[in-house]
Nanobody, 119 residues
Framework: QVQLVESGGGLVQPGGSLRLSCTAAGFTFTSYVMSWYRQGPGKERELVASISNINTGGSINYADAVKGRFTISRDNGKNTVYLQMNSLKAEDTAVYYC??????????WGQGTQVTVSS
């Protein structure tokens, strides 16, 4: 059974940090591009960061809004992808979703984890 289980969301003050984790099961993790998306209140879902699979060297991309503040990484031994979020802003408030995709565009989504940045 395919599963993407996110954790690490919560309430944090502006300028604070959070680390999201997404643990995968039921598919060959190393063959999938792993990404984090987010959907803020009243907004469309948007790509935050992605890290490619083992065959393409783990190249990384970030949305302009998070460059220099967020870091995506993956631990293929633990089937887990992380999103380290620093210098959080109110506009980072959103539900964050883990996403997996392979070269055949087979895709899986996690259930989402809420991140709220507020004082």
């Amino acid at each position: 059974q395919v599963q993407l289980v996110e954790s690490g969301g919560g309430l944090v003050q502006p300028g604070g940090s959070l680390r999201l984790s997404c643990t995968a099961a039921g598919f060959t993790f190393t063959s999938y591009v792993m990404s984090w998306y987010r959907q803020g209140p009243g907004k469309e879902r948007e790509l935050v960061a992605s890290i490619s699979n083992i065959n393409t060297g783990g190249s990384i991309n970030y949305a302009d809004a998070v460059k220099g503040r967020f870091t995506i990484s993956r631990d293929n031994g633990k089937n887990t992808v992380y999103l380290q979020m620093n210098s959080l802003k109110a506009e980072d408030t959103a539900v964050y979703y883990c996403h997996a995709r392979n070269v055949f565009w087979v895709q899986y989504w996690g259930q989402g984890t809420q991140v709220t940045v507020s004082s």
